[in-house]
């Protein structure tokens, strides 16, 4: 049985695609590298692992994080912020509202 490899125009609808490496991704964010891992480390994202072994995020996980820097900016300890964004995702799911950072 061979496994389905998603052709480019999946990749490119897929939000959940890991597609952008920790340094582009933080990059992006305008975070630094070691904030990503205090998320993952916190339990908020966990990004895929390319064959060597690096990070590799989504869009989705992307918005989290954005979510979640909001949250600290503000002043939001991170192991709170997580728990936050955790719980409105919940709430989401459970009253079939899109997540705040669902693609529209």
Same mark, same amino acid.
């Given at each position: 049985?061979?496994?389905?490899?998603?052709?480019?125009?999946?990749? !490119? *609808? *897929?939000?959940? %695609?890991?597609? %952008?490496?920790?340094?582009?991704?933080?990059e992006?964010?305008?975070? /630094?590298?070691? !904030?990503?891992?205090?998320?993952?480390? +916190?339990?908020? #994202? /966990?990004?895929? @692992?390319?064959?060597?072994?690096?990070?590799? %995020?989504? @869009?989705?996980?992307?918005?989290?994080?954005? @979510? +979640? @820097? /909001?949250?600290?900016?503000?002043g /939001?300890?991170?192991?709170?912020?997580?728990?936050? #964004?955790?719980?409105?995702?919940q709430?989401?799911?459970?009253?079939?509202?899109?997540?705040?950072? +669902? *693609?529209?």
């Amino acid at each position: 049985m061979t496994q389905h490899q998603p052709g480019a125009e999946e990749k !490119f *609808d *897929d939000v959940d %695609y890991p597609a %952008y490496t920790m340094g582009r991704a933080a990059e992006m964010l305008e975070v /630094t590298q070691p !904030f990503l891992r205090s998320l993952e480390d +916190a339990g908020l #994202i /966990t990004p895929q @692992r390319s064959a060597g072994g690096h990070r590799r %995020y989504s @869009r989705r996980q992307l918005r989290r994080a954005a @979510r +979640a @820097r /909001t949250l600290i900016d503000q002043g /939001t300890p991170v192991a709170a912020a997580c728990r936050i #964004i955790s719980l409105e995702d919940q709430l989401a799911e459970h009253t079939d509202q899109q997540p705040p950072d +669902a *693609d529209h």
